[in-house]
């Protein structure tokens, strides 16, 4: 059984940093895609980041330049960097993983997700 554990969500201030951490377990997908998703209160999930196994990501606009993608494949983790958030970047934060090599930024791609972690920021 597949599970994603999201880590590291929590209260930060407009211009600081926070780590968020995706564990998978029951299989490996050191070869397939992951990302990072968020849902603000009543607004659609979005796409936030995604990066290949080979470390390639990609960025909604959003989020370029203050936000960093990256994984660790031997321990089938992947991490969101968020420097300098905005109070416009609060949203409960989802991991996810396809079972394909391709990157998208299509919800409906990906197969499994994780239960989210809140970060709130605070003006």
């Known amino acids: 059984q597949v599970q994603l554990a999201e880590s590291g969500g929590g209260l930060v201030q407009a211009g600081g940093s926070l780590r968020l951490s995706c564990v998978v377990s029951?299989?490996?997908?050191?070869?397939?895609?992951m990302g990072w998703f968020r849902q603000a209160q009543g607004k659609d999930n979005e796409f936030v980041a995604a990066i290949r196994w080979t470390g390639a990501g990609s960025y909604a606009d959003s989020v370029k330049g203050r936000f960093t993608i990256f994984r660790d494949n031997a321990k089938n983790t992947v991490f969101l960097q968020m420097n300098n958030p905005s109070p416009e970047d609060t949203a409960v934060y989802y991991c996810?993983?396809?079972?394909?090599?391709?990157?998208?930024?299509?919800?409906?791609?990906?197969?499994?997700w994780g239960q989210g972690t809140q970060v709130t920021v605070s003006p």
């Open positions: 996810a993983v396809k079972e394909s090599f391709e990157l998208t930024k299509v919800p409906a791609d990906y197969a499994y």
């Open positions: 029951g299989r490996s997908f050191s070869r397939y895609t």
